[in-house]
């Protein structure tokens, strides 16, 4: 028999059974004050303010000073010195400043992208402000509060460290390197400049997350029902919560296009710092304040890009986790086993096998927990190797 209808409604009283009593257009009000971007990239692209925008442009101006001036001091180093250099030289001036040469650039592009397609992030807060409007949306509010609170600390913490490290890094000069003023102030705002797009990445990696949350919550809820109760068929609210699941899958993937090539840089520049550093440090005639400096810096600034790889691969890993949701309500014992029933949840189970869902390497490859740690290993293979093959 049909007992969905009034089933599903008592879904709905159990998603908010925790939370005040409010009215209906309050509660919207609530979720939707309380899950708006607040990253200045995201209020750039939104053009809540001339202020954002203007933090926008500075960023990008920013990085491109950092890589004109990187590229200014190799070449006039290459010009006035003998080519015999050491190991050392070699690996620091040649690969990480290069690699940094690289990275910035590619971030100046990426940058200019966000804005140009800021029509695609817009339509994705659009969607997915209209989304949270479900039974859970109080709940999956929750968990974007909690998660943006956790990395405004983080970002906190993140700028603070970075910032200390530059100063006695230019005040100790363990590389006897020759810094500039036009140095030291483009180095210094090429350090806020990263910390608010990792903001921004962070901020909408948490919103999509929170999507594949709502089905985790979703799940529970009517696999609870279905073991308290006898003869509930759910054919309807499989059938509805697939078809919520195909429109979330095609979010991913429009946020997907959107964030392509700062995952590529991403991933691209710690892998190859990552190597370069390794081969640095097991590098002949190094000292050890030279050796800590590299540790420090490498540490920090990974960690940086390590958080928003964690974001990026917790999406694929909230989706996969879906498959034991469902594949738990099918072994209920009082689950009504009709045919169309029985139907839906293969086809849902079959969906979510296929490991699709995420941001991807290049859209290539899905970034999963898998992925990168055979990224990690493979850097650290090649960064091993890298001070016997300059030998």
Same mark, same amino acid.
């Given at each position: 028999?049909?007992?969905?209808?009034?089933?599903?409604?008592?879904?709905?009283?159990?998603?908010?059974?925790?939370?005040?009593?409010?009215?209906?257009?309050?509660?919207?009000?609530?979720?939707?004050?309380?899950?708006?971007?607040?990253?200045?990239?995201?209020?750039?692209?939104?053009?809540?303010?001339?202020?954002?925008?203007?933090?926008?442009?500075?960023?990008?101006?920013?990085?491109?000073?950092?890589?004109?001036?990187?590229?200014?001091?190799?070449?006039?180093?290459?010009?006035?010195?003998?080519?015999?250099?050491?190991?050392?030289?070699?690996?620091?001036?040649?690969?990480?400043?290069?690699?940094?040469?690289?990275?910035?650039?590619?971030?100046?592009?990426?940058?200019?992208?966000?804005?140009?397609?800021?029509?695609?992030? %817009?339509?994705?807060?659009?969607?997915?402000?209209?989304?949270?409007?479900?039974?859970?949306?109080? &709940?999956?509010?929750?968990?974007?509060?909690?998660?943006?609170?956790?990395?405004?600390?983080?970002?906190?913490?993140?700028?603070?460290?970075?910032?200390?490290?530059?100063?006695?890094?230019?005040?100790?000069?363990?590389?006897?390197?020759?810094?500039?003023?036009?140095?030291? %102030?483009?180095? !210094?705002?090429?350090?806020?400049?990263?910390?608010?797009?990792?903001?921004?990445?962070?901020?909408?990696?948490?919103?999509?997350?929170?999507?594949? %949350?709502?089905?985790?919550? !979703?799940?529970?809820?009517?696999?609870?029902?279905?073991?308290?109760?006898?003869?509930?068929?759910?054919?309807?609210?499989?059938?509805?919560?697939?078809?919520?699941?195909?429109?979330?899958?095609?979010?991913?993937?429009?946020?997907?296009?959107?964030?392509?090539?700062?995952?590529?840089?991403?991933?691209?520049?710690?892998?190859?710092?990552?190597?370069?550093?390794?081969?640095?440090?097991?590098?002949?005639?190094?000292?050890?304040?030279?050796?800590?400096?590299?540790?420090?810096?490498?540490?920090?600034?990974?960690?940086?890009?390590?958080?928003?790889?964690?974001?990026? &691969?917790?999406?694929?890993?909230?989706?996969?986790?879906?498959?034991?949701?469902?594949?738990?309500?099918?072994?209920?014992?009082?689950?009504?086993?009709?045919?169309?029933?029985?139907?839906?949840?293969?086809? !849902?189970?079959?969906?979510?096998?296929?490991?699709?869902?995420?941001?991807?390497? &290049?859209?290539?490859?899905?970034?999963?927990?898998?992925?990168?740690?055979?990224?990690?290993?493979?850097?650290?293979?090649?960064?091993?190797?890298?001070?016997?093959? !300059?030998?």
């Amino acid at each position: 028999m049909h007992l969905v209808d009034s089933k599903v409604s008592q879904i709905s009283l159990f998603g908010v059974c925790f939370s005040v009593k409010m009215d209906t257009n309050n509660l919207i009000g609530f979720i939707e004050k309380s899950t708006k971007p607040s990253s200045i990239f995201a209020k750039s692209l939104l053009r809540e303010s001339i202020s954002s925008q203007l933090l926008h442009l500075f960023t990008s101006i920013s990085f491109l000073l950092y890589a004109t001036t990187k590229i200014y001091k190799i070449h006039k180093s290459t010009k006035n010195t003998h080519l015999g250099i050491s190991i050392s030289d070699l690996t620091y001036n040649k690969c990480i400043i290069i690699a940094n040469i690289l990275y910035t650039s590619s971030l100046v592009a990426t940058i200019l992208l966000y804005k140009y397609n800021a029509h695609i992030y %817009v339509k994705y807060i659009n969607d997915f402000q209209s989304s949270i409007k479900t039974p859970f949306g109080l &709940a999956q509010t929750s968990y974007v509060n909690k998660w943006q609170k956790i990395d405004r600390f983080i970002v906190r913490l993140q700028f603070l460290t970075r910032i200390t490290v530059r100063a006695v890094e230019y005040y100790a000069n363990p590389f006897n390197l020759t810094y500039s003023y036009t140095d030291i %102030v483009v180095s !210094f705002m090429c350090e806020l400049s990263l910390i608010l797009e990792q903001q921004f990445i962070h901020e909408t990696c948490i919103y999509l997350q929170s999507d594949f %949350v709502y089905y985790h919550l !979703f799940f529970d809820s009517l696999t609870k029902m279905v073991n308290e109760s006898v003869g509930l068929d759910v054919y309807h609210a499989i059938k509805s919560v697939r078809h919520m699941h195909s429109q979330t899958i095609q979010f991913s993937r429009k946020i997907d296009s959107f964030f392509r090539l700062t995952l590529l840089n991403t991933l691209g520049f710690l892998t190859i710092y990552s190597i370069c550093n390794i081969g640095l440090i097991l590098a002949p005639n190094q000292t050890m304040m030279r050796v800590l400096t590299i540790i420090g810096k490498a540490i920090l600034f990974l960690a940086i890009l390590s958080v928003s790889v964690y974001h990026f &691969a917790r999406v694929n890993y909230l989706s996969l986790q879906i498959f034991n949701k469902v594949y738990d309500l099918s072994l209920s014992p009082n689950l009504v086993r009709s045919i169309e029933t029985m139907n839906e949840i293969n086809l !849902f189970l079959f969906r979510i096998r296929r490991d699709d869902v995420g941001f991807t390497f &290049a859209g290539l490859c899905v970034v999963s927990v898998n992925f990168i740690s055979s990224l990690a290993i493979i850097a650290l293979t090649i960064g091993l190797a890298l001070p016997g093959f !300059f030998k």
